[in-house]
């Protein structure tokens, strides 16, 4: 598979406000564990190979077991992840395959339990983030290396 146009330097300013969104994300309040949960479900969805490559081996240097991530597609048949992270996991889903039917108001309305509006608004724009990732990879053919 060759790899197409590099739109960090073709449309470099559309680019560069993509990542000015993924530097907020990056410096906001938003879990570590949960940022990385969100970018690998979301990639894995998405069938971005770079994507699952760069966040899996993100989440491993920050402390995430292997056995999560390697369960991390069945992750409502394990009690290894916690309400917050089911709940983050089910908005990731939901979000990333919206034209299903979007996200349910019981999702929300869990999110909404556990979290306040800021980090739902951050969950929600870190999903949103790595779907234009994902997009990005896997349009232009980016790869592994």
């Known amino acids: 598979m060759q790899q197409r146009i590099d739109i960090s330097e073709t449309a470099a300013g559309a680019y560069n406000r993509v990542l000015a969104l993924e530097?907020?994300?990056q410096a906001s309040q938003l879990s570590k564990t949960h940022l990385e949960l969100i970018k690998i479900r979301a990639s894995q969805i998405n069938g971005c190979a770079f994507c699952i490559n760069m966040h899996t081996q993100d989440a491993?240097?920050?402390?995430?077991?292997?056995?999560r991530i390697f369960l991390l597609n069945a992750w409502?048949?394990?009690?290894?992840?916690?309400?917050?992270?089911r709940v983050v996991l089910a908005m990731t889903e939901e979000i990333?395959?919206?034209?299903?039917?979007?996200?349910?108001?019981?999702?929300?309305?869990?999110?909404?339990?556990?979290?306040?509006?800021?980090?739902?608004a951050l969950i929600?724009?870190?999903?949103?983030?790595?779907?234009?990732?994902?997009?990005i990879a896997v349009s232009t053919n980016r790869t592994v290396k």
């Open 23 to 25: 530097n907020f994300i």
């Open 60 to 67: 491993l240097s920050q402390g995430e077991t292997a056995q």
């Open 76 to 85: 409502k048949e394990t009690e290894l992840f916690t309400e917050e992270e």
């Open 96 to 120: 990333t395959l919206i034209s299903q039917s979007g996200l349910s108001d019981s999702t929300y309305e869990a999110a909404s339990r556990l979290f306040d509006e800021e980090y739902i």
């Open 124 to 135: 929600i724009m870190t999903i949103v983030t790595i779907n234009a990732w994902n997009r």
